[in-house]
């Protein structure tokens, strides 16, 4: 057997190649200790039972050799060595054993602990059939810190220099209270100690004629390490750590690392590179690269490639829980403000006072939210809603731009108006040259559009334009322009000013003044018209024989400066209301692209289903 180490300094002796555990003789005989209760289940080489120790008064799992392979020497053997082995690895993982004998028939029987749970195969199986039961009782960080428990202990059984050698799925079993246990520990290897001939394992598939030359196959097609399929009496611990892989692997995709087909496809897979990447080869699972790295490292083809050791997967295994129970963590915070955040928006719902400080809150919550867990659906849904529906009360903020944006309007308008006011007296040489009737009519005209550049000087050059001075100005403008229906007819020149002077006005003052513009530059034309149909101002316009004539009062009207006049007023006030439109639309351009931009910052900012609950082109 070869040279082995006292079992009571095992933890304390250095790794030197040798097992730490001691195989003792059987014993030779039994008393009536175990009654019978109930037959667990029965296998190739033995039957388990649960039975009574009436010395203990507890219910114990009784392992029995089968009475027709008890005088097999090899059998026996194997039978004993998987007792002694299981029963000398006091581990918490393992289920302990509590006594080794033989009946009265002379077959071996051990005892040991009664367990219940349930298997990772049964477990997986139940998740990949969408059990709703399963998914909610058995979610992933359960079955990655029992993963880690595993790991732990097969670690455990490496540093007592025993290899399991069939770690798989079926021999991982989940109790209800947090127990994990590692089973079958039938085709375990004590280091150092040669393999008995005949070896293998009550779950064998089926040998392919194409590896008859290597012997009986030793584990399971599919969780075996490369290595083992050649010889599994010359692998070490690395052979275990493939297992674990493949396990971790299957635990994070629902599907096995090599395709369950035939024995021969299963050899050639398990020789062969594989992706063993679980985030490739089930994307949607999510399993995150800390797990991809640990699984493709745990399968490396070579076992010198490969995970140091068991100890280093549970390592890996548990970074990445520690940093998952931190999200957990993070997630429930997340909840907590997304909840507040719909609490908000209720009270939003309900209108009163308020509203804006509700809004305000919600906002804040949503943020606070998403900076924890930038996937809560629960804040996203709510920031939709939120930025979907404009509050009905204007923030202060909010008004305060409106007024800066007003303010700024106005001295830009009030700019134009110092310019174009005074302009108007490009037009003085050509009233001369037409020649001059009523003096007073030209003085009053352009007194007027002087006083009003003198008016849209000061509200440009003001930090905060007078509201006052805006509607005075445009008071006197009006009446400058209703002083030229003199120059012709109410019906000629003075309608397209006034037209050209009402639009600028209204499209700059505040919405509440809309009306005053109205009614002014409406009476600047109707009271000079009136004036004349009522005979207290002499008509301009009179009609005979089907015919129009017009009579100007203020002016002269010589042929070629009156068509100069007329042409020159009308192409002004073209250019003028070009000028100022395209302005306004300039300005309205610009806006709307900056609302757009602040659209596309905000949906860049936050997730991805957010971006994708706004985005127009979606």
């Given at each position: 057997?070869?040279e082995?180490?006292?079992?009571v300094?095992?933890?304390?002796?250095?790794?030197?190649g040798?097992?730490?555990?001691?195989?003792?003789?059987p014993?030779?005989?039994t008393?009536?200790?175990?009654?019978?209760v109930?037959t667990?289940?029965k296998?190739?080489?033995?039957?388990?039972?649960?039975?009574?120790d009436?010395?203990?008064?507890?219910?114990?799992a009784?392992?029995?050799?089968?009475?027709?392979?008890?005088?097999?020497?090899?059998?026996r053997?194997r039978?004993?060595?998987?007792?002694?082995?299981?029963?000398?690895?006091?581990?918490?993982?393992v289920?302990?054993?509590?006594?080794l004998g033989?009946?009265?028939?002379?077959?071996?029987?051990?005892t040991?602990?009664?367990?219940?749970?349930?298997?990772?195969?049964?477990i997986?199986?139940?998740?990949?059939?969408?059990?709703?039961?399963?998914?909610?009782k058995?979610?992933?960080?359960?079955?990655?810190?029992?993963?880690?428990?595993v790991?732990?202990?097969?670690?455990f059984?490496?540093?007592?220099?025993?290899?399991?050698?069939?770690?798989k799925p079926?021999?991982?079993m989940?109790?209800d209270?947090?127990?994990?246990?590692?089973?079958d520990?039938?085709?375990?290897?004590?280091?150092?100690t040669?393999d008995?001939?005949?070896?293998?394992?009550?779950?064998?598939?089926?040998?392919?004629?194409?590896?008859?030359n290597?012997?009986a196959?030793?584990?399971?097609?599919?969780?075996?390490?490369?290595?083992?399929?050649?010889?599994?009496?010359?692998?070490?611990a690395?052979?275990?750590?493939y297992?674990?892989?493949?396990?971790?692997?299957?635990?994070?995709?629902?599907?096995?690392?090599?395709?369950?087909?035939?024995?021969?496809?299963?050899?050639?897979?398990?020789?062969?590179?594989?992706?063993?990447?679980?985030?490739?080869?089930?994307?949607?699972?999510?399993?995150?690269?800390?797990?991809?790295?640990?699984?493709?490292?745990?399968?490396?083809?070579?076992p010198?490639?490969?995970?140091?050791?068991?100890?280093?997967?549970?390592?890996?295994?548990?970074?990445y829980?520690?940093?998952?129970r931190?999200?957990?963590?993070?997630?429930?915070?997340?909840?907590?403000?997304?909840?507040?955040?719909?609490?908000?928006?209720?009270?939003?719902?309900?209108?009163?006072e308020?509203s804006?400080?509700?809004?305000?809150q919600?906002?804040?919550?949503?943020?606070?939210?998403?900076?924890?867990?930038?996937?809560?659906?629960?804040?996203?849904a709510?920031?939709?809603?939120?930025?979907?529906?404009?509050?009905?009360?204007?923030?202060w903020?909010?008004?305060?731009?409106i007024?800066?944006?007003f303010?700024?309007?106005?001295?830009?308008?009030?700019?134009?108006?110092?310019?174009?006011y005074p302009?108007?007296?490009?037009?003085?040489?050509?009233?001369?040259w037409?020649?001059?009737?009523?003096?007073?009519v030209?003085?009053a005209?352009?007194?007027?559009?002087?006083?009003?550049?003198?008016?849209?000087?000061?509200?440009?050059?003001?930090?905060?334009?007078?509201?006052?001075?805006?509607l005075?100005?445009?008071?006197a403008?009006?009446?400058?322009?209703a002083?030229c229906?003199?120059?012709?007819?109410?019906?000629?020149?003075a309608?397209?000013?006034?037209?050209?002077?009402?639009?600028?006005?209204?499209?700059f003052l505040?919405?509440?003044?809309?009306?005053?513009v109205?009614i002014t530059?409406?009476?600047?034309?109707?009271?000079?018209?009136a004036?004349?149909?009522?005979g207290?101002?002499?008509?301009?316009?009179?009609?005979?024989?089907?015919?129009?004539?017009?009579?100007?009062?203020?002016l002269?009207?010589?042929?070629?400066?009156?068509?100069?006049?007329?042409?020159?007023?009308?192409?002004?006030?073209?250019?003028?209301c070009?000028?100022?439109?395209g302005?306004i639309?300039?300005r309205?351009?610009?806006?709307?692209?900056?609302?757009?931009?602040?659209?596309?910052?905000?949906?860049?900012?936050?997730?991805?289903?957010?971006?994708?609950?706004?985005?127009?082109?979606?």
């Open positions: 057997m070869g082995t180490l006292d079992v300094n095992a933890s304390t002796v250095v790794d030197t040798q097992a730490a555990v001691q195989l003792v003789p014993p030779t005989a008393d009536e200790r175990y009654h019978l109930g667990l289940g296998g190739g080489v033995g039957v388990v039972s649960v039975h009574l009436r010395r203990i008064g507890r219910r114990v009784l392992k029995q050799l089968r009475p027709s392979l008890a005088r097999e020497e090899q059998t053997a039978f004993l060595r998987e007792a002694q082995v299981q029963g000398q690895l006091e581990h918490p993982a289920v302990p054993v509590y006594d033989v009946d009265a028939d002379g077959a071996p029987f051990f040991m602990k009664t367990i219940q749970g349930v298997t990772v195969r049964e997986l199986e139940e998740l990949r059939a969408g059990d709703g039961v399963a998914q909610r058995y979610t992933r960080h359960r079955l990655l810190t029992a993963f880690a428990g790991c732990l202990a097969i670690d059984a490496h540093q007592r220099g025993i290899l399991h050698r069939d770690l079926e021999n991982l989940l109790g209270f947090g127990e994990v246990y590692v089973l520990w039938g085709l375990a290897k004590i280091r150092g040669p008995e001939p005949g070896l293998t394992t009550a779950h064998d598939t089926p040998q392919p004629a194409a590896v008859t290597v012997g196959l030793l584990g399971t097609l599919g969780y075996m390490a490369p290595e083992q399929l050649v010889d599994a009496s010359a692998v070490n690395s052979a275990d750590v297992a674990l892989g493949a396990i971790l692997f299957e635990i994070l995709t629902l599907e096995p690392l090599h395709p369950r087909t035939s024995a021969l496809e299963l050899i050639a897979s398990n020789r062969s590179e594989v992706e063993a990447r679980p985030s490739v080869r089930t994307p949607a699972r999510d399993a995150g690269p800390e797990l991809d790295r640990a699984c493709v490292e745990a399968t490396a083809l070579e010198a490639t490969r995970t140091a050791s068991a100890r280093k997967l549970h390592d890996a295994v548990q970074r829980l520690e940093g998952e931190d999200l957990e963590v993070r997630r429930e915070k997340a909840s907590v403000h997304a909840q507040a955040a719909a609490a908000a928006v209720r009270a939003l719902a309900a209108g009163g308020g804006l400080d509700a809004r305000r919600a906002m804040q919550e949503i943020g606070r939210a998403l900076a924890l867990d930038p996937g809560n659906t629960g804040a996203i709510t920031m939709v809603a939120l930025l979907t529906e404009p509050p009905a009360e204007t923030p903020e909010v008004q305060f731009e007024d800066k944006g303010r700024r309007d106005s001295r830009w308008i009030g700019g134009v108006g110092a310019v174009i302009g108007v007296l490009a037009f003085l040489p050509v009233m001369l037409m020649g001059v009737r009523q003096p007073f030209i003085a005209f352009f007194g007027l559009l002087g006083f009003c550049a003198v008016l849209s000087l000061l509200v440009s050059r003001s930090k905060i334009p007078p509201l006052g001075a805006i005075a100005s445009m008071v403008s009006s009446t400058a322009f002083c229906s003199r120059f012709g007819t109410p019906l000629i020149l309608p397209t000013a006034l037209a050209v002077n009402a639009a600028a006005y209204a499209i505040p919405r509440r003044f809309r009306p005053m109205a530059s409406s009476l600047a034309f109707v009271v000079p018209l004036l004349e149909l009522t207290v101002l002499p008509r301009t316009l009179t009609f005979e024989n089907g015919g129009m004539s017009l009579h100007a009062r203020a002269e009207m010589p042929e070629w400066p009156t068509l100069a006049l007329v042409s020159f007023a009308s192409v002004a006030a073209i250019l003028i070009v000028f100022v439109v302005h639309r300039d309205l351009a610009e806006a709307e692209r900056r609302m757009y931009l602040y659209t596309w910052h905000l949906r860049e900012f936050v997730p991805p289903a957010a971006r994708q609950a706004t985005d127009p082109t979606a």
